[in-house]
């Protein structure tokens, strides 16, 4: 597709339980960044791909989160044993991102997840 | 003291007003972002600045290097202009995006 697709659009789910959320970046986009935004709050980076290189995984609240992006596609992030402070929109956005040069960001619509 | 700093938090305006939102930075950056969040949470990207001016419709953007510090501006105000307007660097060292915590923008008819 022309944009960045998130799934599933809004998830609820049980305290205690795990949940996947879905990335596809655009095309082409060697970059991929995981945001999360809490109620009322500004946004908050997760973890960051960058082609083949080691994620910078230093925005990750927890060891309850983790993420994985198979090559330069598709991205899941994995909230286990999810808490009531999870609760929030998750953002991906993706960027055709090469050292030393600078491009725009594209967003996806983001991922609502309520643990009640 | 946050890396990126936004001011005013929360700004109303009457329909046609000119509007500035400021934004301050203290961190060597490759590129500065203006966001525009709607309340159903979608994000939209504005501009992508790394020195200069840019203008989109009634919006402008303008970046002072030097001064580490941006400004957005919006002529002509409109009710449907009311959304949450982020500002985010992206750090030269990290590659990473920081983020303000955003200006509340209300536009009343």
């Known amino acids: 597709g022309a944009g960045v697709s998130q799934s599933p659009s809004n998830k609820v789910t049980e305290k205690g339980k795990d949940v996947e959320l879905r990335c596809d970046p655009i095309?082409?986009?060697?970059?991929l960044y995981w945001y999360r935004q809490r109620l009322g709050q500004g946004l908050e980076f997760l973890i960051y791909f960058q082609g083949n290189s080691a994620p910078d995984k230093s925005g990750l609240p927890s060891d309850r989160f983790s993420a994985e992006r198979t090559g330069e596609s598709v991205s899941t992030l994995t909230i286990q044993r999810t808490q009531q402070e999870d609760s929030a929109v998750y953002l991906c956005?993706?960027?055709?991102?090469?050292?030393?040069?600078?491009?725009?960001?594209?967003f996806g619509s983001g991922t609502r997840l309520t643990v009640v | 003291k946050n890396e990126v700093e936004q001011s005013p938090q929360n700004l109303t305006a009457q329909e046609g007003e000119f509007i500035t939102i400021n934004c301050s930075y203290s961190?060597?950056?490759?590129?500065l972002h203006w966001l525009q969040q709607h309340p159903g949470g979608g994000i939209v990207s504005l501009f992508m600045?790394?020195?200069g001016k840019k203008k989109h419709g009634r919006l402008i953007a303008t970046i002072n290097i030097q001064e580490k510090h941006s400004s957005l501006h919006i002529t002509a105000s409109h009710p449907r202009d009311s959304a949450v307007y982020i500002c985010a660097v992206r750090s030269r060292n990290t590659d990473k995006l920081i983020f303000g915590t955003g200006t509340r923008l209300q536009v009343f008819p």
């Open positions: 961190v060597g950056i490759s590129a």
């Open positions: 095309s082409g986009h060697t970059a």
């Open positions: 956005a993706s960027s055709p991102s090469l050292s030393g040069l600078v491009y725009g960001y594209t």
């Open positions: 600045l790394s020195s």
